[in-house]
């Protein structure tokens, strides 16, 4: 299930802009790593290279590789479709699909993959969703669009939906940036349960939640507009937050940054 | 098991909940201020030149929009009324149309309407699926550089004239369709759409030829709305589909199609009221007959406008004018239906967003 990733001399570009520079990074499993940084600095980018869905934009280009247990995902014999059924990704915005009720939101990347038992859709709906801390406030609606939740419990859905495919790794794109601090609460939870089943990278501006959620955190910096982003430092979330190795990283929690 | 981990939270987030209830005291405390100087400002008469002046034209033109409106509507019905006093058939039953002795006047509007509705009904099948499929090309599967220019070819097919298409369709496509009509009909002639038509098929003056080039006047209008409607697919929606390992035409179905039905679906609606009120094109393409539709596309006949544009000379007499200014109106009514009918499902689709 849980599987490791390792990043190795990743270089991202959108077009003709190199995004990302050499960035080498090891995700153990079973463990929150966080990505932290100033906007544009390409946290977010290496996150969706993780799944290849940072070659959905266009013009985007990808050189060096991302390991999955050993196994590139960026070999040429490997389906993107393929990679995404197995990386469970989680957005900004909570976007169940909003014709799609509760249920099959969260059953549709089973759908996806071809389950048509109409059982076993049910059991894992279930599952997920007790996995994402939802089965209780939404037990009685399955039925009823995904769209007339609350922010939190829609990403909690959303949530629901990437686990239910039993992903080897789960991604997370600042996935409290448009919650209340009550539903982040429920998030932050609820990743510290899912860490025992999954692989979890987090990128998020909020270094609290980075030291209160994760095992590891990776710091990404640039060195000016137009510049490509680069990985500063990755370290234990303890050592990076009480003494980190380079100026940079403590210029940047500390606050005293820019 | 879930329900301590829910009641958890408050006593959680019990100081943010301080801190949250602290940032408020201060903006509930400004808060009374500006409302008590917008209603200052809303008593007193200090209204700028400009503002009046322009809140006269905005307001001028609408009235006068629907004035116009009503005044037409008004001098239809004032000239219709007469003339469907005079008609000695029933106006909406009869499929006679005998005009021209002013004197004994028949004249009934049920041929038409079914030759307007099913060559457009006609046309709107067979553009409806041409168009999905071309928007959906456009927004889904062209590449950027090539969507632009495609899309603009597609709307310069709007700018058209009509009458350009009417003598394409009698001199170039008419001919090349008369061996697949006829084929048609020799082939499935036994149903009842496919049978022999009361005109010449040589001539190709038919519903057939008729639906054909309506189809192709309508396509640009169904594909550039459509397009506009799947563009706006929100990108939080597709990613979610791509991330879940959705191939291309699984993202469109699950979430560019459900997003876009309704547009797609009133799009086709605007198209069918272009259909239905073509004038020239189908003037010019269809062949007068003075036998009745026959439930056969390769029936010849008159649609409304067809009918209308073509007794021009008979409008000198104000009675024989008002049996047509009578068929215009009804053709009016069925058009503000279809529009009324697309509006409705566009409301509909508001809630989705």
Same mark, same amino acid.
């Given at each position: 299930?849980a599987?490791r990733?390792d990043?190795?001399?990743l270089?991202?570009?959108?077009g003709?802009?190199?995004?990302?520079?050499e960035?080498?990074?090891?995700?153990?499993?079973?463990?929150v *790593?966080a990505?932290?940084?100033?906007?544009g600095c390409?946290?977010?980018?290496?996150?969706?290279s993780?799944?290849? %869905?940072?070659?959905?934009a266009?013009?985007?280009r990808v050189?060096?590789?991302?390991?999955?247990?050993?196994?590139d995902?960026? @070999? #040429?014999?490997?389906?993107?479709?393929?990679?995404?059924r *197995?990386?469970?990704?989680?957005?900004?915005?909570p976007n169940?699909?909003?014709?799609?009720?509760?249920?099959?939101?969260?059953? @549709?990347?089973?759908?996806?993959?071809?389950t048509?038992?109409?059982k076993?859709?049910?059991?894992v709906?279930?599952?997920s969703?007790r996995?994402?801390?939802l089965?209780?406030e939404?037990?009685?609606?399955?039925?009823r669009p995904?769209?007339?939740? #609350?922010?939190?419990?829609?990403?909690r859905?959303?949530? @629901?939906?990437a686990?239910?495919?039993q992903p080897?790794?789960?991604? %997370?794109?600042?996935?409290?940036? @448009?919650?209340?601090?009550?539903?982040?609460?429920?998030?932050?939870?609820?990743?510290?349960?899912?860490?025992?089943?999954?692989?979890?990278v987090?990128? *998020?501006?909020n %270094?609290?939640?980075?030291?209160?959620?994760?095992?590891?955190?990776?710091?990404?910096?640039?060195?000016?507009v137009?510049?490509?982003?680069?990985?500063?430092?990755?370290?234990?979330?303890?050592?990076?937050?009480s003494?980190?190795?380079?100026?940079?990283t403590?210029?940047?929690?500390?606050?005293?940054?820019? | 098991?879930?329900?301590?981990v829910?009641?958890?939270?408050?006593?959680?987030?019990?100081d943010?909940?301080?801190?949250?209830? +602290? !940032?408020?005291a201060?903006?509930?405390s400004? +808060?009374?201020?500006?409302p008590?100087?917008?209603?200052?400002?809303a008593k007193?008469?200090?209204?700028?030149?400009?503002d009046?002046?322009?809140?006269?034209?905005?307001?001028g033109?609408g009235?006068f929009? /629907?004035?116009?409106?009503?005044?037409?509507?008004?001098?239809?019905?004032?000239r219709?009324?007469?003339?469907?006093?005079?008609?000695?058939?029933n106006?909406?039953?009869?499929?006679?149309?005998s005009?021209?002795?002013?004197?004994?006047?028949?004249?009934?509007?049920?041929? &038409?309407?079914? /030759?307007t509705?099913? !060559?457009?009904a006609v046309?709107?099948?067979?553009?409806?699926?041409i168009?999905?499929?071309?928007?959906?090309?456009l927004?889904?599967?062209?590449p950027?550089?090539?969507a632009?220019?495609?899309?603009?070819?597609?709307?310069?097919l709007?700018?058209?004239?009509?009458?350009?298409?009417?003598?394409?369709?009698? &001199?170039?496509?008419?001919?090349?369709l008369?061996?697949i009509?006829?084929s048609?009909?020799?082939?499935?002639?036994?149903?009842?759409?496919?049978?022999?038509?009361?005109v010449?098929?040589?001539?190709?003056?038919?519903?057939?030829?008729?639906?054909i080039?309506? +189809?192709?006047?309508?396509?640009p209008?169904?594909?550039?709305?459509?397009?506009e409607?799947?563009?706006?697919?929100? /990108?939080?929606?597709?990613?979610?589909?791509?991330?879940?390992?959705?191939?291309?035409?699984?993202?469109?179905?699950?979430? /560019?199609?459900?997003?876009?039905?309704?547009?797609?679906? !009133?799009? !086709?609606?605007?198209g069918l009221?272009? +259909?239905?009120?073509?004038?020239?094109?189908?003037?010019?393409i269809?062949s007068?007959?003075?036998?009745?539709?026959?439930?056969?596309l390769?029936?010849?006949?008159?649609?409304f406008?067809?009918?209308?544009?073509?007794a021009a000379?008979?409008?000198?007499?104000?009675r024989?004018a008002?049996?047509?200014?009578?068929?215009?109106?009804?053709?009016? &009514?069925?058009?503000?239906?279809?529009?009324?009918?697309?509006?409705?499902?566009?409301?509909?689709?508001?809630?989705?967003?």
């Amino acid at each position: 299930m849980a599987k490791r990733i390792d990043v190795k001399e990743l270089n991202l570009y959108y077009g003709k802009f190199h995004a990302v520079q050499e960035v080498s990074i090891a995700v153990p499993p079973r463990n929150v *790593t966080a990505f932290i940084g100033p906007s544009g600095c390409g946290k977010s980018t290496v996150l969706r290279s993780l799944n290849r %869905m940072h070659e959905v934009a266009p013009g985007a280009r990808v050189e060096g590789s991302v390991q999955l247990d050993g196994e590139d995902i960026y @070999a #040429s014999s490997v389906d993107p479709v393929q990679v995404r059924r *197995t990386i469970g990704m989680v957005f900004q915005r909570p976007n169940p699909f909003p014709t799609m009720s509760i249920k099959d939101n969260v059953v @549709a990347g089973l759908r996806l993959a071809g389950t048509k038992n109409k059982k076993q859709l049910d059991e894992v709906a279930e599952r997920s969703l007790r996995g994402a801390n939802l089965w209780n406030e939404v037990k009685d609606r399955l039925d009823r669009p995904g769209g007339g939740l #609350s922010g939190g419990q829609q990403q909690r859905l959303c949530i @629901a939906r990437a686990i239910a495919v039993q992903p080897d790794v789960l991604l %997370m794109d600042e996935p409290c940036s @448009a919650l209340d601090p009550i539903s982040t609460l429920a998030i932050e939870d609820l990743i510290t349960e899912l860490k025992k089943d999954f692989t979890i990278v987090i990128v *998020t501006h909020n %270094m609290q939640q980075a030291a209160r959620v994760s095992d590891q955190t990776a710091f990404f910096n640039l060195n000016g507009v137009g510049q490509p982003g680069r990985l500063i430092e990755v370290d234990d979330t303890e050592k990076i937050f009480s003494n980190p190795s380079q100026k940079a990283t403590e210029d940047y929690i500390s606050g005293r940054f820019g | 098991m879930k329900d301590p981990v829910v009641a958890e939270h408050p006593a959680d987030t019990g100081d943010t909940g301080v801190e949250r209830g +602290a !940032s408020a005291a201060p903006s509930a405390s400004e +808060a009374p201020i500006p409302p008590t100087q917008e209603a200052a400002a809303a008593k007193a008469p200090h209204v700028r030149p400009g503002d009046r002046i322009f809140r006269g034209l905005a307001t001028g033109s609408g009235i006068f929009i /629907v004035v116009l409106i009503g005044a037409i509507g008004l001098f239809l019905l004032l000239r219709a009324v007469p003339s469907l006093g005079l008609n000695n058939a029933n106006f909406l039953t009869s499929r006679e149309w005998s005009t021209g002795d002013v004197g004994n006047m028949r004249f009934g509007i049920l041929d &038409l309407l079914l /030759v307007t509705v099913v !060559s457009s009904a006609v046309a709107l099948l067979i553009a409806m699926p041409i168009a999905l499929g071309i928007a959906l090309f456009l927004t889904q599967y062209a590449p950027r550089r090539l969507a632009r220019p495609f899309a603009y070819v597609i709307d310069l097919l709007a700018a058209v004239p009509s009458i350009i298409f009417g003598l394409w369709g009698l &001199l170039v496509l008419g001919p090349q369709l008369t061996p697949i009509a006829e084929s048609l009909t020799s082939a499935l002639g036994f149903i009842p759409i496919f049978a022999q038509g009361n005109v010449s098929i040589a001539l190709s003056g038919t519903i057939f030829t008729a639906s054909i080039v309506l +189809a192709v006047m309508i396509l640009p209008i169904i594909t550039a709305v459509s397009r506009e409607v799947f563009d706006r697919t929100p /990108v939080t929606h597709v990613e979610g589909a791509i991330a879940l390992g959705a191939t291309k035409w699984e993202v469109v179905r699950t979430t /560019v199609w459900p997003f876009g039905k309704a547009g797609y679906v !009133s799009a !086709s609606m605007l198209g069918l009221g272009r +259909a239905l009120g073509e004038t020239i094109a189908l003037t010019i393409i269809l062949s007068a007959t003075a036998k009745t539709f026959g439930w056969s596309l390769f029936d010849g006949g008159a649609t409304f406008a067809s009918k209308i544009a073509l007794a021009a000379p008979e409008f000198n007499d104000p009675r024989s004018a008002g049996a047509y200014i009578a068929a215009g109106l009804v053709l009016f &009514l069925l058009t503000f239906l279809v529009n009324a009918a697309a509006r409705a499902i566009v409301a509909g689709h508001k809630e989705y967003e």
